[in-house]
């Protein structure tokens, strides 16, 4: 599944999203997160036909109301009712950096730096 994530990250301009279960949000999000990431800085976006995204559109915005995400997360996400109005808003999109993630290169797709986490009880 990762490969498949890659290739239409390398061969896309940007990313939409259609009705779908489970494996269409977790691909959805892990778009999103490389984004946030700076990993890339395509739009993403979500035709939400019937409304269909609207619990999860509104789901996002408490998030980021309620300081789980910062504003430029939650605008990786973009949505619109028709093709038409999907189209005109993935060529007015403009990338906004996280700022913090923005510092982090990942310029090679494994990063070699390993951390070491200290889990040691210290008392």
Known sequence: MQDKI????????????LQGGIGTLKENFQIASWAQLNIHHKPISQLNVDGFFNKLLS?????????????????????ASTAEELIDKL???????DLVAAQIDWSKRSNSKRYKLDLSLHL
């Open 59 to 79: 789901f996002l915005d408490l998030v980021e109301e309620e300081n789980f995400i910062p504003h430029s997360a939650r605008q990786i996400f973009i949505s």
């Open 6 to 17: 890659w290739k239409m990250l390398d061969n896309s301009n940007a990313f939409i999203a």
């Open 91 to 97: 060529e007015d999109f403009v990338y906004e950096p």
